[in-house]
């Protein structure tokens, strides 16, 4: 049964839930919101829904790169190198994005007949964003399914997962990695040194699992 | 102290609130997601913003229109005539939309250190929308505590008045009606006839305000 609506970055972990629930899969939406990284994670997501046969929709926000504040968004020198836990990371912000991206994937779902969304946020998501906590998650969870007629369904199944486990799982399905793209600073290859890609270079690591990605440098800048 | 976003329709509530929080207004915010009515809902907003010297931000959701279904997109002939309660009314319904508003108001506030959203829903709002229900907007201020930084609170203050307190307290707040526009047609005048317009025409009558609004008819069609 199709009733399931994905958000798609195009990144390791919701690649590997397209796979996981590649039969459910109706519609995957990937959002552009002007971040240095857009153009490959679309690329990336396009490449997974079309291999899949999966409808695939971007959905532009330009208003986020006119009218928000995050490093994310002003090029790769001002992404900070290093793990998330640093104080520098709160730059990468931007704000209420996943409130914006989950609202508006509501909309569409009981737009298009579909009545769960399905979401790759996990267990390693950070908390210097503040809508990637648990408790974020739950209520907003609550408002799509008050606000809608479907009782729309909010849905983390990679909720109680770190990234590892994802990894191992991908890997086990069949997700080429080499075709998913994280890095804050978007780039042709992975930069190998940003929050993102530190923590994609650890969960291979951790996993057991080769890791394909073709990094610029492991070695952070200045160090 | 200026701590609040407020979110703008152009319509008599919300211009209403805009009044009544002068003061506290640092930046209105208007979305346009390309509603038959959204050329003059956006040019009232304007011209109230414009006269009280408060910034106004108009944001774009082109997707809104090119990928949601519902009459207020389709043109006024597809607008139902009579009262809300019908269950034809449905048809205006745009999924989530609110939810939707919300959140961008959000990240917006977040975005420009304002730790308040205004928001003029009023105890009229109607259960056919799920996204007017005290529900979701009890859950959805919950997702927007948790999810920024600032703890961005979700406001109300109409929560509790009907449309017809809303129209007295315009009136004394000095509010020129005639430059609000909520007509879900989006003709030069209001239609008169319309679920939004057969409200706004109660509301004066209830309140016993004078009425400057031109409508085309106060006559249903066929009738």
Redesign the interface.
């Known amino acids: 049964m199709k009733d399931t609506l994905i958000v798609l970055s195009g990144g390791l972990d919701s690649v590997t839930l397209l796979y996981a629930e590649r039969e459910r899969v109706a519609l995957a939406v990937t959002f552009d919101y002007g971040a240095n990284h857009a153009a490959r994670e679309i690329a990336a997501a396009a490449a997974n829904t079309a291999r899949l046969g999966i409808p695939h ?1 971007v ?2 926000l ?3 790169r006119e ?3 995050s490093s994310l968004l002003e090029g790769a020198a001002a992404v900070p190198d290093g793990h998330y836990a640093a104080e520098n990371m709160k730059s990468t ?8 991206m ?3 994937a ?6 298009n007949g579909l009545a769960r969304i399905a979401l790759a946020s996990h267990a390693g998501d950070h908390a210097i964003y ?2 990637c ?1 648990p ?2 998650d739950a ?2 969870a ?8 479907a009782g729309v369904l909010l849905d983390a199944p990679f909720a109680q997962a770190d990234k590892a486990a994802i990894v191992r799982f991908g890997a086990s399905l069949g997700v080429d990695f080499r075709e998913t793209y994280s890095c804050y600073k978007g780039g042709a290859k992975h930069c190998g040194t940003c929050g993102t890609c530190t923590e994609r270079r650890e969960a291979f690591a951790l996993a057991g699992v080769p890791d394909p990605t073709e990094y610029e440098t492991t070695e952070p800048k200045g160090e």
């Open positions: 929709a959905i532009p330009s208003f986020i009218r928000f504040r912000v931007v704000p209420f994005r996943n409130g914006i989950l609202a508006i509501a909309g569409l779902a009981e737009s503040p809508d906590r408790e974020f209520a907003m609550d408002a799509v399914r008050l606000g809608t007629w």
